[in-house]
C-alpha cells in the first residue's frame, strides 16, 4: 500500500475562533485562571490516554479470537464505551474550567502517556497485557492529579477522578483474570 501525506487537521474557511488552543479562559467554577490552567494542564494528560485506552480496547475488541472469544470479546465492548464515557466527562470537565481538551491527533499524542499499539495484529494475551498495561499507566496518572486538583481546591474534578478510577481498576482487574486463564496461552508456548 502506497504511504500518502494528508493533511489531517483542517483551519476552518469562515467563522469566529471564540478561543486560541493552549489557553485557559475565564470559567463559572470560580478557579482561579492560574490554577485552573494547572488543572487543565493535569487532566488533559488524563484525558488524552484515555482516548488512547478507548483506541487499544476498541481495536481488540474488534480482533479478538480464540477459545474465550465471547468473554473477552464481551468485555472488551463494555470496557471501551467505559473509558469513551471516561474521555467525554474529562473533556467536558476541561471545557468547564476554561480549556480547551486535546482533540487532534497531533495534540492526543503529545499529551498521552498511554501508547497505542503498533498497527499490526498480536494474539489476545499480547494485546491484554498491552491494555493492561495502559490501564495501568492511566490509573496511575488519573491519581496522581487527584491530589493535584484537590491541592489547588477543585474538589469537584477531584471526585470526578476518583469516581472514575474506581471504573478503570475494576476492569484492570477483570483483564487480570482474563489473563490467569490457560486458554489465552499462546500457541508457540503450546509446542
Same mark, same amino acid.
Given at each position: 500500500m502506497a504511504k500518502r501525506q494528508i493533511g489531517l487537521v483542517r483551519e476552518p474557511d469562515t467563522g469566529e475562533r471564540r478561543q486560541e488552543w493552549g489557553t485557559v479562559g475565564d470559567n463559572r467554577l470560580r478557579i482561579d485562571r492560574d490554577e485552573a490552567e494547572m488543572i487543565v494542564d493535569a487532566i488533559s494528560?488524563?484525558?488524552a490516554g484515555s482516548f488512547n485506552l478507548f483506541y487499544l480496547l476498541?481495536?481488540?475488541?474488534? =480482533?479478538?479470537?480464540?477459545?474465550?472469544?465471547?468473554?473477552?470479546?464481551?468485555?472488551?465492548?463494555d470496557a471501551y464505551k467505559r473509558v469513551r464515557d471516561i474521555n467525554d466527562d474529562l473533556a467536558v470537565r476541561i471545557v468547564e474550567?476554561?480549556?480547551?481538551?486535546?482533540? =487532534?491527533?497531533? =495534540?492526543?499524542?503529545d499529551y498521552a502517556e498511554v501508547h497505542l499499539e503498533a498497527e499490526g495484529l498480536y494474539d489476545v494475551r499480547a494485546?491484554?497485557?498491552g491494555d493492561l498495561e495502559g490501564y495501568a499507566t492511566l490509573i496511575a496518572s488519573m491519581r496522581d492529579h487527584v491530589g493535584l486538583v484537590e491541592d489547588l481546591g477543585d474538589a469537584a474534578t477531584g471526585e470526578l477522578l476518583r469516581d472514575r478510577l474506581e471504573d478503570l481498576e475494576d476492569d484492570a482487574h477483570e483483564i487480570e483474570r482474563l489473563?490467569?486463564?490457560? =486458554?489465552l496461552v499462546r500457541e508457540d508456548a503450546l509446542n
Open positions: 494528560v488524563d484525558h476498541r481495536k481488540h475488541y474488534w =480482533t479478538a479470537e480464540g477459545a474465550e472469544h465471547d468473554d473477552v470479546a464481551d468485555f472488551l465492548e474550567l476554561g480549556g480547551i481538551p486535546p482533540n =487532534t491527533p497531533p =495534540t492526543l499524542q494485546s491484554l497485557e489473563l490467569e486463564g490457560d =486458554t
